[in-house]
């Protein structure tokens, strides 16, 4: 979903979030790299200066697996939002974001337009977790058992992986 910044009213515009609207689920399972489970919420884009802010709030579980045990999780994400954007002239860029604040989240507009799709998805990246592990924060475990690593290591003593022999060939190379 694209806003022509130049068709914004002063007081901007509502976009409601739901699962329903594919332009939003497919931004947050692109960000999240999982099915949605839920999504809503509510951002108001308006016009400052020769940008956009984009403000409100946002929340999304997605299904993904625990990095440490592999089972189903839930991740459930949400907040605040408060991303400003700016027109894009390349050139200008390195000068304009070394004159703003170190911690201001930032976008850019594409030939005057703010794609909506990308302040989601630019959201949800900014709130994930690096590591997903069961019960830690925001992500809830989907099944029965506990977090424990799936196989042991084979031991020692047997033949490598002959996938490991071959990347040795190439790493040589
Ligand atoms: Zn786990």
């Given at each position: 979903m694209r806003i022509r910044v130049a068709d914004l009213d002063p007081q901007g515009v509502q976009v409601a979030l739901d699962a329903g609207a594919a332009w939003a689920r497919e931004a947050v399972e692109g960000a999240l790299d999982g099915p949605v489970l839920a999504l809503d919420g509510l951002l108001t884009v308006?016009?400052?200066?020769?940008?956009?802010?984009?403000?409100?709030?946002?929340?999304a579980s997605v299904e993904r697996s625990c990095d440490r045990c592999l089972a189903a999780v839930r991740l459930d994400l949400g907040g605040e939002v408060d991303l400003y954007f700016q027109p894009s002239p390349p050139v200008a860029v390195e000068r304009e974001v070394a004159l703003l604040p170190d911690d201001l989240d930032l976008g850019?507009?594409?030939?005057?337009?703010?794609?909506?799709?990308?302040?989601v998805a630019e959201f949800f990246l900014l709130e994930a977790p690096a590591v997903l592990r069961c019960g830690e924060g925001s992500v809830a475990r989907l099944e029965?058992?506990?977090?424990?690593?799936?196989?042991?290591?084979?031991?020692?003593?047997q033949e490598p992986d002959p996938r490991f022999a071959a990347l040795k060939a190439f790493k040589s190379r």
């Open positions: 308006r016009p400052v200066g020769p940008g956009v802010v984009a403000q409100g709030h946002a929340r850019f507009l594409e030939d005057g337009e703010l794609d909506l799709g990308a302040v029965e058992g506990t977090c424990t690593p799936p196989a042991a290591a084979p031991p020692a003593d």
